[in-house]
């Protein structure tokens, strides 16, 4: 399936393409804070509707993860990483999908804390 996303303003629009059957939260210093719900996929399942350079990006602690967001409105719609496996991975905030029943969604909580 292909869901559409993007951030609030609208600067930041995408396709992402996969099934969407659980989320993951995180505990860590910025994902606690961000309250985002991800869903990774690999990264030529994210397609941008927008230019690449609209996002900005923010990286920490060991900078292995850039976390993408709209340096108009603040928010956080994906993150991409490269895998322990070598893939290029993305990290979708499902909450900024569009027709998403984010309640019906099974949630696994990651204990980025201790990574």
Not at 6 to 33: M, P, Q, Y
Not at 87 to 99: G, K, Q, T, Y
Request: aromatic share 8%; charged share 25%.
């Amino acid at each position: 399936m292909i869901y559409q996303g993007s951030c609030h303003c609208g600067k930041i629009k995408f396709e992402a393409e996969g099934d969407l059957t659980g989320a993951v939260t995180c505990n860590c210093s910025i994902c606690s804070r961000k309250g985002s719900l991800m869903w990774f996929i690999p990264r030529d399942k994210l397609h941008l509707l927008s230019s690449e350079e609209d996002a900005a990006t923010y990286t920490f602690n060991k900078h292995v993860i850039q976390h993408r967001f709209c340096p108009t409105c603040g928010m956080h719609p994906y993150g991409e990483k490269i895998d322990a496996k070598g893939d290029r991975v993305v990290a979708i905030n499902i909450r900024c999908l569009e027709n998403v029943d984010f309640a019906s969604l099974p949630v696994h909580h990651y204990d980025g804390r201790s990574v």
